[in-house]
């Protein structure tokens, strides 16, 4: 049944809807976030992107423990089939990675906003990054749908966790959370998983911290909007690119790499921006 819907899709493939779903798969891709919800966590609303973020990072830790416990191979892995921008396509295939983040994104943001057209944008996009990944013949439909169902439980879940009155019974349960991934890097080793493990625990940590230490304030003119932005973007590439390029690709370090990231769009970037006068602090 999957051979014949992969079939299908091959059979349809031409130059123009090569790149039409290229476009579309791009959806599902990490560096689309990290800029939006930096922007979104420095100059929007820290609050709701706090929500987003522990959506898209617990997500992503969930993901790549699937795909190493289920280590399915893809369908380009199988079949004689011509796929296309494979060198998205890291890791093993169920569930669709890019699926699930998409999933992940558009169903928080509507269940914050609570609006009808944002719900119809959190079916349609998602299914429309699902359809991409079997027409570029890099999943198989269980995987899409693994993607969506999985991605929904996750916000269903952080949901669950965040909206807790009792502050402190949320703190402990997140890093409960943050504990139990980072120790089961003794069992989950792919480099996807720790990347997703770096990135939820850096979150975590570095916002909790920022909320202690910094509590800076989003709102400010436009001008120090924009420089908030170009600064903090700055910081984060320059970190990003700096321990790339004297760390060995391994591993360990690719987690550190990510970790020291993440960790500077949560804590870094707002606790310069306060120093400088780009930000206010928040009084308690």
């Known amino acids: 049944m999957e051979t014949s819907i992969i079939n299908w899709f091959q059979s349809i493939q031409t130059p123009f809807l090569d790149r039409i779903f290229i476009l579309i798969t791009l959806l599902g891709e990490e560096y689309f976030y990290i800029l939006v919800l930096g922007i979104a966590y420095w100059c929007v609303s820290k609050k709701n992107t706090v929500f987003i973020v522990y ?3 617990f997500s992503s830790v969930i993901n790549s423990a699937l795909k190493e416990m289920f280590n399915e191979l893809r369908p380009f892995q199988v079949l ?16 669709s990675g890019h699926t699930q983040t998409v999933t992940a994104f558009y169903v928080a943001v509507a269940s914050l906003f609570k609006k009808k057209w944002l719900w119809g944008i959190s079916a349609i996009i998602p299914f429309l990054v699902g359809v ?13 749908l693994g993607g969506w169902l999985i991605g929904i439980l996750s916000v269903v879940i952080v949901t669950w966790i965040l909206r807790n009155d009792n502050k402190m019974k949320v703190q402990q349960m997140t890093l409960f959370l943050v504990v139990l991934s980072v120790v089961s890097l003794i069992f989950f080793t792919s480099e996807n998983y720790v990347k997703a493990v770096a990135a939820f625990s850096a979150f975590i940590i570095g916002q909790m911290m920022e909320e ?48 020291l990231t993440v960790f500077s769009v949560a804590f870094v970037a707002p606790y310069i921006f306060t120093k400088i006068g780009l930000s206010d602090r928040i009084e308690a």
């Open 212 to 259: 202690k230490w910094v509590s800076f304030s989003t709102k400010t003119n436009l001008t120090k909007q924009f420089v908030k932005i170009v600064l903090g973007m700055s910081i984060t590439a320059g970190v990003f690119i700096g321990l790339k390029a004297i760390l060995p690709d391994e591993n360990m370090f690719i987690g550190i790499r990510y970790l």
């Open 55 to 57: 959506c898209l990072t």
């Open 80 to 95: 004689d089939i011509r796929a296309l921008r494979v060198e998205t396509a890291t890791g093993t295939s169920f569930p």
């Open 132 to 144: 991409s990944r079997i027409y570029l013949g890099v999943h198989w439909p269980k995987d899409v």
